[in-house]
């Protein structure tokens, strides 16, 4: 079974410029997530889907951060424009939301480390 | 207050030595608990799931959750080379909650050989 794809790997960019993550989760996974992981910390939920539908976007900086998971399969996530401190990780992993937590595993992707300048 | 504490380490041991990695929450409403493991410039991914109160063990591993404390703890046992890595762990709600993790900042583990 093939785990959740990201890229790019590695992105550095200049503040205030705009930069955008792309995510393709494991096959039939109907739940994607993105985190974000700042050095140091753990990952902190930035935005959940269930199929194409957000289901908590409430600590996304909605004045920067978008996402969206068109045809609930692959995901985007974008900043715009960027700022120093979104210097992190950012994690997109996937779940196949079923009825039991066993079923409801989140497995993640290597992840797209961003520097801004 | 963070919802979970763990402390960062850096944690050295010597190869076959029993690990103990540990966190706090203070959120009574969790109830799923889980460790991952991320190795350096890759994504984490999950080593131990557990639901109540109690042990659990796979392998080496042995998974602890006293909910009455707020405390969750993970052994290892016999700890190799390959272990070294950031151990994370995290808590979420149940099913009908908010689905999505809340972890605790990684203890990172160096084992020497």
């Known amino acids: 079974e093939a785990g959740v794809a990201q890229s790019p790997r590695y992105k550095i960019i200049e503040k205030r410029q705009s930069v955008a993550f792309w995510c393709n989760p494991i096959?039939?996974?109907?739940?994607l997530y993105w985190y974000q992981q700042i050095l140091g910390q753990g990952p902190k939920l930035l935005i959940q889907?269930?199929?194409?539908?957000?289901?908590?976007d409430s600590q996304l900086p909605k004045d920067r951060f978008s996402a969206e998971r068109l045809k609930g399969v692959d995901s985007t996530l974008k900043i715009q424009p960027a700022k120093l401190e979104d210097s992190a990780v950012y994690l997109c992993?996937?779940?196949?939301?079923?009825?039991?937590?066993?079923?409801?595993?989140?497995?993640f992707g290597p992840g797209t480390r961003l520097t801004v300048l | 207050q963070k919802e979970v504490e763990q402390d960062p380490g850096p944690l050295s041991v010597p190869e076959g030595a029993i690990v103990s990695l540990n966190c706090t929450y203070s959120?009574?409403?969790?109830?799923?608990f889980m460790w991952y493991r991320q190795y350096s410039r890759k994504g984490p991914e999950l080593l131990m799931y557990?639901?109540?109160?109690g042990n659990k063990e796979d392998g080496r591993f042995t998974a602890q959750v006293d909910k009455s404390s707020k405390y969750i703890s993970l052994f290892i046992r016999d700890s190799q080379p390959s272990d070294s890595a950031t151990y994370l762990c995290?808590?979420?709600?149940?099913?009908?909650?908010?689905?999505?993790?809340?972890f605790g900042s990684g203890t990172r583990l160096q084992v020497q050989p």
């Open positions: 889907f269930q199929n194409n539908g957000v289901v908590d």
């Open positions: 096959s039939g996974h109907a739940t």
């Open positions: 992993a996937s779940s196949l939301r079923g009825v039991t937590r066993s079923t409801d595993t989140q497995y």
């Open positions: 995290a808590m979420s709600l149940p099913l009908t909650g908010r689905r999505a993790l809340t």
């Open positions: 959120n009574s409403a969790f109830q799923y």
């Open positions: 557990t639901y109540s109160s």
